[in-house]
Nanobody
Framework: QVQLVESGGGLVQAGGSLRLSCAAS????????MGWFRQAPGKEREFVAF????????YYGTSALGRFTIARDDAKNMGYLQMNSLKPEDTAVYYC??????????????WGQGTQVTVSS
């Protein structure tokens, strides 16, 4: 399994931006898809975006489409989620994940500890 550590969360006003980072512990990170999920209090974990290995095709959940951009730098074993035009409903713990890819959390076998994003109105 790949060990993942997220960073970059914080408190931001509505309309602002944040860039989340995901640091992977091993070069095998590049062999797998990378995804971002989020979980708000009292809600199920929600798919945000994923990108296939090699930084090819990217896919977004409805809430992220047009506002968030997922990227990866396999040379640095890093993944990113650029979040723009943030809304209070984006408030959640954001998780980086590594696995076969897809919109289901079951398709990922490595997870970070999460980073809190809070968007104030």
């Amino acid at each position: 399994q790949v060990q993942l550590v997220e960073s970059g969360g914080g408190l931001v006003q509505a309309g602002g931006s944040l860039r989340l980072s995901c640091a992977a512990s091993t070069r095998t990170f590049s062999d797998y898809a990378m995804g971002w999920f989020r979980q708000a209090p009292g809600k199920e974990r929600e798919f945000v975006a994923f990108v296939v290995w090699g930084g090819g095709d990217a896919y977004y959940g409805t809430s992220a489409l047009g506002r968030f951009t997922i990227a990866r730098d396999d040379a640095k074993n890093m993944g990113y989620l650029q979040m723009n035009s943030l809304k209070p409903e984006d408030t959640a713990v954001y998780y980086c994940a590594s696995g076969s890819g897809g919109t289901s959390s079951a398709q990922y076998n490595s997870w970070g500890q999460g980073t809190q994003v809070t968007v104030s109105s």
